[in-house]
C-alpha cells in the first residue's frame, strides 16, 4: 500500500468518535485528509487531530467506496455575447463504473486500475495525479 498524501481519501475507523464536521450524509465513512502531522492526521472540515491508527485506507470494492465520484475538468466551450451560458450538471455516478467511458491511449482508466493491482482509492487518486495531473475524484457528501 502506499503512504498516505495530503489531498487522499480515507475512512475512518470508528466514525463516531471524531468531530468530522459533516451535517449531512453521515453514512458516507469517505474523508480527505487535509494536514499529515507525524503520526496525525487532520480530516477537511474536522475538528479533531486523528491518530494514524484512527484511520484505514477505502478499499475498491463497490461498497466502502461507494461515496466517490469521478468529476473531471472539461475544457469549456467559448460562450458569445447574447449567448446562453450552458449549464453542467456534476455526474455523480460511481467512480469505477465511470472509469469505462474514461480512455487514456488504447486502455480506460478501469483497465489502468487493474493493471496496477491497485486495492484502494488512494492509490488511483496517486495514478491519476501522477500520470494525467487529474484530481477529478471526489467525495458525495456534505
Known amino acids: 500500500m502506499e503512504p498516505f498524501r495530503i489531498g487522499d481519501f480515507i475512512r475512518l475507523k470508528d466514525i463516531t468518535r471524531w468531530r468530522t464536521g459533516r451535517l449531512i450524509d453521515t453514512e458516507i465513512n469517505a474523508f480527505e485528509l487535509s494536514e499529515i502531522n507525524g503520526q496525525q492526521v487532520q480530516i477537511k472540515g474536522g475538528h479533531d487531530l486523528i491518530p494514524f491508527d484512527g484511520i484505514e485506507p477505502i478499499p475498491i470494492d463497490g461498497k466502502s467506496d461507494r461515496g466517490i465520484y469521478y468529476d473531471p475538468i472539461i475544457a469549456?466551450?467559448?460562450v458569445h455575447s447574447g449567448e446562453e451560458i450552458p449549464v453542467?450538471?456534476?455526474d455523480k455516478q460511481?467512480?469505477?463504473e465511470k472509469f469505462i467511458h474514461c480512455v487514456a491511449g488504447d486502455q480506460n482508466f478501469q483497465?489502468?486500475?487493474k493493471e496496477?493491482?491497485?486495492s484502494y482509492v488512494h492509490e488511483v487518486q496517486h495514478l491519476l495525479a501522477d500520470r494525467f495531473q487529474?484530481?477529478?475524484l471526489a467525495i458525495d457528501a456534505m
Open 94 to 96: 460511481y467512480y469505477f
Open 134 to 136: 487529474d484530481k477529478g
Open 76 to 78: 469549456a466551450r467559448i
Open 111 to 113: 483497465e489502468l486500475v
Open 116 to 118: 496496477q493491482h491497485l
Open 88 to 90: 453542467r450538471r456534476r
